[in-house]
């Protein structure tokens, strides 16, 4: 089935350890997405990548950082340069047309402990 | 910076009742206004508007875009329980290098 598959669903990391979010789509969109979305709050975007090897700071990018080697994959690592990582991750994807709706994975929620 | 803005934040109806949800954007190159619904965890896709006055519908729900006044509004008539969610605005924007925008969210409650 084509989709768009994040790992893991729940992810306890100790203070000052990375950890890196997994998120790899078989749709063969071109574009992908990393938002971060606190308790009753909207989505605020953090990385977007439209090509392999490039990608964009979104409004929120401090303390994170992601690759994109593959075009199937867009791995978002959480470093212990993030103040406050306790959140609920989301990863989407899309054509990078324009005119198409971006696909969203499951999310991982991430609490620091 | 680019920005959505939805409102309002949260909106508690009973049932039956018809909402509308509105939704303002300032960006760089607009390209489509996205609606979502999200009830527990991945947001599921509702509407994509990129014409202004042409409504988009299905069943109960329906949106619109104003190009002009740089905004939309997603109604719900006849809501029922299975309503309840967090529905949620985002706006593309730029050429070739498109950047997805969402807004705050509003949380809609319906009561039996």
């Known amino acids: 089935d084509g989709g768009i598959t994040q790992s893991p669903k729940y992810l306890f990391r100790k203070e000052g350890q990375n950890v890196t979010l997994s998120c790899e789509q078989n749709l063969n969109h071109d574009a992908m997405y990393w938002y971060r979305q606190d308790p009753g709050q909207g989505l605020r975007l953090i990385y977007y990548?439209?090509?392999?090897?490039?990608?964009q700071k979104g409004d929120i990018a401090e303390g994170y950082s992601v690759s994109r080697e593959k075009k199937e994959s867009f791995p978002l690592t959480v470093t212990s340069a993030q103040k406050n990582p306790t959140a609920f991750y989301l990863c989407?994807?899309?054509?990078?047309?324009?005119?198409?709706?971006?696909?969203f994975g499951q999310g991982t929620r991430l609490t620091v402990v | 910076e680019d920005k959505v803005v939805q409102s309002p934040l949260s909106l508690v109806v009973h049932e039956g009742d018809t909402v509308t949800l509105n939704c303002s954007y300032e960006?760089?190159?607009?390209?489509?206004l996205l609606w979502y619904k999200q009830e527990k965890k991945a947001p599921t896709f509702l509407f994509m508007l990129?014409?202004?006055?042409i409504e988009k519908k299905s069943g109960r729900l329906s949106s619109i875009l104003d190009k002009k006044e740089l905004f939309s509004i997603l109604n719900i008539t006849a809501t029922q329980t299975g309503d309840s969610a967090v529905y949620l605005c985002?706006?593309?924007?730029?050429?070739?290098?498109?950047?997805?925008?969402f807004g705050t969210g509003t949380r809609l409650t319906i009561i039996p």
């Open positions: 990548s439209q090509i392999v090897n490039d990608f």
């Open positions: 985002a706006v593309v924007s730029n050429f070739g290098n498109e950047k997805l925008t």
């Open positions: 989407a994807s899309s054509l990078n047309r324009g005119y198409t709706e971006a696909f």
């Open positions: 960006v760089t190159n607009f390209r489509s």
């Open positions: 990129t014409s202004s006055g």
